[in-house]
């Protein structure tokens, strides 16, 4: 595709409930990105995948985050038992490893 | 460990006026840093990167920032601001490495940009 696609654009959750935020990288990019930006704060790394290899989750929070990208292409973030310090956008980025990551517009998460 | 701090989270500037915007960053190993612009609910968009091929580099939308290693600074600047530059920017440092692409970026806290006309 043109650009990074998430989606859905804007989730909102009750306490408790699971979500799953999907990413679309472009087409050929090796490398993925997942950044969690809550409000008034700089993005934050959880997670990176080169093709369908996690090669980093150092950032996830805590074993309630999860992300897969089963076939090198899209990825999905699983948030299990949303809280509300959750509440964040939640970016992702592509590249072709070599160059710039591209990011998408994110999905911006609000848990009541 | 790598770090980035933007001083002042808010910065005005009159239209034509000198845009400044300033980074410090902290890393134990030699540095990429990116500064990235963010309009309203959309993505980050890369302004420019030093990847240590030349101290002062050049981006979009006239902007350039210099590489100050003796300062650990990677101030933005503009010559004149336009109204358009109205956004939130963030500054960020990555590992130096042969594919940077594949490096996680460490963001500062950002910085909201106003132009006054």
């Known amino acids: 595709g043109a650009g990074v696609s998430q989606s859905p654009r804007y989730k909102v959750a009750k306490r408790g409930q699971d979500v799953a935020l999907r990413c679309d990288p472009i087409?050929?990019?090796?490398?993925l990105f997942w950044y969690q930006q809550a409000l008034g704060q700089g993005p934050e790394f959880l997670t990176y995948?080169?093709?369908?290899?996690?090669?980093?989750k150092s950032g996830l929070p805590s074993d309630r985050f999860f992300a897969e990208r089963p076939e090198g292409s899209v990825s999905t973030l699983k948030i299990q038992r949303t809280q509300q310090e959750d509440s964040a956008v939640y970016l992702c980025?592509?590249?072709?490893?070599?160059?710039?990551?591209?990011f998408g517009q994110g999905t911006r998460l609000t848990v009541v | 460990a790598q770090s980035v701090t933007q001083l002042g989270s808010h910065v005005s500037v009159s239209e034509g006026a000198l845009v400044l915007l300033r980074c410090n960053y902290s890393?134990?190993?030699?540095?990429?840093l990116f500064w990235y612009v963010q309009y309203p609910n959309q993505g980050l968009q890369l302004l420019l990167k030093?990847?240590?091929?030349?101290?002062l580099v050049k981006g979009i939308n006239d902007f350039e920032a210099e590489f100050k290693k003796s300062e650990t600074s990677f101030h933005l600047t503009k010559p004149s601001a336009h109204m358009s530059d109205a956004a939130e920017y963030f500054c960020?440092?990555?590992?130096?490495?042969?594919?940077?692409?594949?490096?996680?970026?460490?963001f500062g806290t950002g910085t909201r940009l106003t132009i006054i006309p």
């Open positions: 030093y990847t240590s091929a030349a101290t």
């Open positions: 890393s134990s190993v030699p540095p990429y």
């Open positions: 980025a592509s590249s072709l490893g070599t160059s710039k990551a591209f």
């Open positions: 087409s050929g990019h090796v490398s």
């Open positions: 960020a440092v990555s590992r130096m490495g042969a594919n940077f692409g594949n490096e996680k970026l460490t």
């Open positions: 995948f080169q093709n369908e290899a996690q090669l980093d």
